[in-house]
């Protein structure tokens, strides 16, 4: 696995489109529960929901370093979610 640092702040922010994500099998949701805002999906699709409660590294941290080593940290983790996947799949009802 190769790690790239792209400056997110340049790229564009584009809403959701809900429509884009009606025929996903799995949705993943990504946000820290305490200082973000909850990420919205339709109720009927609760079924194929996940969602990962992590630290917001920029909003959490004090300073440059703090915030880039939280940020590696919180990528370790989603690294072994992502891995963790495979024994979820299957019980995961896919269209």
Not at 1 to 13: F, N, P, T, V, W
Not at 37 to 45: M, S, Y
Not at 61 to 84: G, H, N, P, Y
Request: hydrophobic share 40%; aromatic share 8%.
């Amino acid at each position: 696995m190769k790690e790239y640092s792209i400056d997110i702040d340049i790229l564009r922010k584009d809403p959701i489109q809900i429509d884009e994500l009606a025929g996903a099998s799995l949705i993943v949701t990504i946000y820290d529960e305490e200082l973000d805002d909850a990420i919205k999906v339709p109720e009927e699709w609760k079924e194929k929901v996940i969602h990962w409660n992590l630290p917001n590294p920029q909003k959490r941290s004090t300073s440059d370093l703090e915030e880039w080593v939280f940020f590696q940290e919180i990528c370790d983790e989603i690294a072994m979610k992502v891995r963790d996947l495979e024994s979820l799949l299957p019980s995961i009802r896919m269209n």
